[in-house]
Structure formats: structure tokens, C-alpha cells
């Protein structure tokens, strides 16, 4: 086993050049470099080897992500430069010694990743008898974003085997030493420090964190879970949040009433006509704490909302008011700083007939939405994430947000947005 604890950066990003200047940034702290999946599917072994030219003294390591044809895939990498090629832990068995074989053969080393196998810590055992030099603990992208992490199995898995264990999988300041303290001997790092404006400061706080075994605070480079999901939304804005959904969710044409102000929390759902504004104020009394009340007055321009009603839901703690329709009194909810989005401001109002109903699913700004959906709004405008799907939307909401820290670090340093995207070359293409 390693005496010090290492410290693997993970590049999966697309561009290559990209990828070396972030390694650039990070070499000082970090110990290993990884050829991530996305580099070498978008760069080929071109990749490896310029890893290497540039970083002769780091282990340079090549997630292949092997599924078959072990020794063929390991030579390849290897002979670009590789000292360890990464192997599916739930490919077949002669494929990793296979594997095994071919990188003695060549000088370099294996690595079997136990992304999605059952049973890891028998699988680690078996790996390891077939040659596997290093065994790995890997909860993917789309898992995290779910709320699944990985260090729950790193225990088990080092009980079973002899050889280092290494994780992946959303690891950051405060995820890193838990890992060392559960018995992985490496921890491989991506966002967390490829995200980062500065990606030496990162790479420097994870290292620091991982020989001390003290959690470092971090603000971002982490996933939520439901209890705190909410969080997690106040983070981002509805520009991330839309993006993450594919650019679905928004609600085109409600505006803010009061600009500046920004509300998360969940619907509870009112549908009226034009102009009653019944049961809508009814709502006020029926919602919880911290949810949002998401009226569908058929896009009227009468109001059925003004200044009583935001001071009432003010004071019973609803944290916004979303109307595809109208409200009055702008210039008093704006004094009162109270999230009131509409779709119109009129100064004339309508009359309490009770029509409607509360709790039903409702059309609001082109959009279906359900009493327990997400709703979050900020000067952009206001956008709906469904339920089921709220937890993954948050955390694959504040990935948009941290990619974009780091692109807009390097605009700041003289680059242009085509520049850092490439745009030209991942243009899609028109044969």
C-alpha cells in the first residue's frame, strides 16, 4: 500500500488542450493524471501521449473503461504512455487477466473500476486474484446526481483485498479524508478541482485535506440529498436550472413584480378565472410554511392579486407567488420585497365569485404543474421541476453552475466563450 495517500486528477472533459492547462494548473498537488473517458474517446491515444510529453514525472493514468479485447485496449494505452490502464470490473474474467497480462508485458498497470457490479467487495476479491493491481470504487456521473455516493463500500471492499483501493465519484475537501479514514489509498478527483476557478488552489486545499484527514469546508463540488434539497436550489439560478433540464421548464412570459428577488420551494397549486380572486386568497390560509402558491387565472388581465394578499401570504411564511395572469399594487409588493411573478400588472381588480379549486393540476405559463413540484424564480424568470425529478435536477443544476464558473474564470484571463467551448470543432455536423 502507498505510504502517503494519492491524489488522482480526473480529466473528463473534451479538449485536449484544455485538459493539459488544467493539469498544468494542478501538477504541484496532484500525484496521478487521468486520461478521463471523455478525453480519449474525443481525443484518442493522442491524449495519453501528450499527457505524458507534458507530465513525465506524474503517473499518467488511462481510463479505457475496457469491456472486451483486455490486452488489445491495454497495449494500445500503454504504448501511448500509460502507467495504469482502467478495466471494467463487470467485464469478463479473461478479459482482465487478459489485461493483467498484456500490461506486464508492457510495463504499466491495471486498474479494475466496480462501477455498477454487485456484490463490489466479492467482485474485488476475484479481480484481484485474476491480477488487477489496483481495485476502484466508482459511483458514475449520472448516479451522483441522484444522491449516490461511494464511500459506504470502501470499507468492505479494502477488508477483502490486499492491493490499493482507489474512489471515484464526487470527491471533493470534505469527501476526500473520509475516504483515506475508510481505507482507500487513492482518491480520484475531477469536477472538484477541474471545475474550480483556480484549479491549483483546489488540488492544494484536497491534498492538504487528505494527509490531515480533516475535512476542508467547500461551498460547491458536492451533491445534495432530498432533506436538503432545497439548498441546493437557492444556489442556482433558473438559467441552470433550465439548461440542466434540456432547456425545458421555463415559464415564457412571467415576470417579476418586484425584480431582484429570487424564491425555491414547493407548489401548491390554485386555478381561478379572470378576475376572482377567491380562492386564491383562500390558498394563503391552506399553504405551508416555505411553499409556493401557483395560480392559473387563464393568463386574465384582471388582477386577482394585490398588496393584502402579499402581505398575508408574507406573514404566513409562503415563500413566493406565481400568477399566469394578473396583480396590482407593484409599487407596494415591491416596497414589501415579497416574490410576486405574473404574467400582467393592471390597476383594476375583480371580484371574489369562488370559482376554482386548490390542489389540482393546473397549466401556469405553458407549463403542467402539480402541488409538490419545485418552483423557482429569480429575475430570468420562473421555472417548474417536477417532483420525481428534483433531486437529480438540483445537483445536475449546480454542475451547469460550477462549469460555468470555471469558463467564465478563463474569459476573465483573456479568452473568449468560442475560444474555451471549442465551438467550431463541436459544432454538429452537417454531412
Not at 464558473?405 to 454531412?431: A, D, F, M
Request: charged share 25%; glycine share 10%; aromatic share 4%.
Amino acid at each position: 500500500m502507498p505510504e502517503k495517500p494519492i491524489l488522482q486528477l480526473a480529466l473528463d472533459i473534451l479538449n485536449l488542450d484544455h485538459a493539459i492547462e488544467m493539469a498544468k494548473e494542478a501538477q504541484a498537488s496532484v500525484d496521478w493524471i487521468e486520461a478521463g473517458t471523455p478525453l480519449i474517446k474525443s481525443e484518442g491515444m493522442n491524449a495519453i501521449r501528450e499527457l505524458k510529453r507534458n507530465f513525465p514525472g506524474h503517473t499518467i493514468v488511462a481510463d479505457m473503461k475496457t469491456m472486451d479485447t483486455g490486452a488489445f485496449e491495454t497495449e494500445m494505452a500503454a504504448k501511448a504512455g500509460a502507467d495504469i490502464v482502467c478495466i471494467l470490473g463487470a467485464a469478463d474474467d479473461e478479459t482482465i487477466a487478459e489485461a493483467a497480462r498484456s500490461a506486464k508485458k508492457y510495463g504499466a498497470k491495471i486498474m479494475v473500476d466496480l462501477i455498477n457490479t454487485k456484490n463490489t467487495a466479492k467482485r474485488a476479491a476475484e479481480v484481484e486474484k485474476l491480477g488487477a493491481d489496483y481495485v476502484g470504487i466508482h459511483v458514475g456521473i449520472d448516479q451522483q446526481m441522484r444522491g449516490k455516493s461511494g464511500l459506504e463500500a470502501v470499507k468492505a471492499v479494502a477488508s477483502a483485498v490486499k492491493i490499493p483501493v482507489s474512489v471515484a465519484g464526487g470527491m471533493n475537501s470534505e469527501s476526500a479524508p473520509l475516504a483515506i479514514k475508510s481505507g482507500a489509498s487513492i482518491v480520484v478527483v475531477g469536477g472538484a478541482i477541474t471545475k474550480a476557478p483556480h484549479c491549483g488552489k483546489a488540488a492544494e486545499s484536497i491534498k492538504k485535506a487528505m494527509e490531515s484527514k480533516k475535512a476542508a469546508s467547500t461551498e460547491l463540488y458536492k451533491k445534495y440529498s432530498g432533506e436538503n434539497i432545497i439548498e441546493a436550489f437557492q444556489k442556482v439560478s433558473t438559467c441552470n436550472i433550465s439548461d440542466a433540464m434540456h432547456r425545458k421548464g421555463a415559464m415564457p412570459g412571467i415576470r417579476p413584480v418586484a425584480p431582484g428577488l429570487k424564491f425555491a420551494g414547493r407548489a401548491l397549486t390554485v386555478r381561478t378565472m379572470d378576475g376572482d380572486w377567491a380562492k386564491p386568497v383562500e390558498a394563503i390560509d391552506h399553504a405551508k410554511k416555505g411553499e409556493v402558491l401557483v395560480i392559473d387565472a387563464c393568463a386574465g388581465k384582471t388582477a386577482i392579486w394585490g398588496e393584502l394578499a402579499t402581505w398575508s401570504a408574507k406573514m404566513q411564511g409562503i415563500a413566493g407567488v406565481v400568477i399566469d395572469g394578473a396583480a396590482r399594487d407593484a409599487d407596494r409588493i415591491r416596497e414589501m420585497k415579497f416574490p410576486v411573478f405574473s404574467r400582467y400588472v393592471a390597476s383594476n381588480a375583480g371580484d371574489p365569485k369562488g370559482f376554482g379549486e386548490i390542489g389540482a393540476e393546473i397549466i401556469c405559463g405553458g407549463q403542467t404543474v402539480r402541488s409538490g413540484d419545485w418552483i423557482i424564480g429569480d429575475d430570468s424568470g420562473v421555472v417548474v421541476v417536477p417532483q420525481e425529478q428534483a433531486l437529480e435536477i438540483a445537483n445536475r443544476s449546480l454542475d451547469v453552475l460550477e462549469q460555468e464558473n470555471r469558463i467564465r474564470e478563463e474569459i476573465k484571463r483573456g479568452s473568449t466563450l468560442s475560444k474555451v467551448l471549442k465551438l467550431k470543432k463541436w459544432e454538429k455536423y452537417v454531412g
